[in-house]
């Protein structure tokens, strides 16, 4: 996009009214057959009540939009009365769509107009802190477009020619700088005009909505995650999840 046609970077906004979207109609299929991995447990409670309770625990948040598998919206909207959930925050469930694009934009096609800044949350980063919620929101509303959370990588990547079958070894290409690398977390926070672009013009499949925004040649920051952030994909992540709920514990008391 040329200097004349990107629109003009965004103005501070301090009181605009925040959303945040949950994709949560996957199936989880690496932590093996059984509930959605949103609806496992998690010391007892669904991995998705421990998301939206965090993004509801920040005091920006005023609304949280679930969506549901295409054919769970009934059982989640359930689960969701099951528990105990912030009074001062709306909660929405809707139905998704067959990917997580398609999930996404279906949550935001249920906003109401009043919401321009919106959060996307993986389901499955159900221990995010508060203050990394906060800082996401704070930078949209300085004027960024988009803003992710972000680490540094501990390990050296390589990037290697994919083996034409599994387990066969990888010729490497090249190793990236690693100190210009860094792990993407969630929530990611926009501009919700920004991000509705982005839906409409960005088809194809990508892996997070940050991407999209770049495909549009819109900035894109990082703000510092959190360690307890991490997506629980394999059946070693539910264990250290456990872990951290109990230290939680230990030191809040709950």
Known sequence: MSDESRPAPAEPRQDSRVAAVIPAAGRGV???????????ALNGTPMLIHAIRALAASRHVSLVVVVAPPDGAAEVKSLLDAHA???RTDFLVVPGG????????L??????????????????????????????????RAGAPAVVPAL?????????????????????LGTPVRARLRAVQTPQGFDRATLIRAHETVLDDVT?????????GERVVTVPGHEEAFKVTRPLDLVLAEAVLTRRRLNDGF
Do not use: I, N
């Open 85 to 87: 959930l912030p009074e």
């Open 107 to 140: 949550g935001l096609d249920a906003l109401p107009p009043a919401y321009d800044v919106v959060l996307v949350h993986d389901a499955a980063r159900p221990l995010v802190p508060v203050d990394t919620v906060d800082t996401v929101v704070e930078a949209v």
């Open 152 to 172: 540094p990588l501990a390990d050296t990547v390589k990037e290697v020619e994919p083996a034409a079958v599994p387990g066969e070894p990888e010729p490497v």
């Open 30 to 40: 690496r932590l093996g057959p059984g509930a959605p991995k949103a609806l496992r």
């Open 208 to 216: 997070d909505d940050a991407s999209m925004v770049e495909r549009l």
């Open 98 to 105: 067959e990917s997580r694009q398609e999930s996404v934009r």
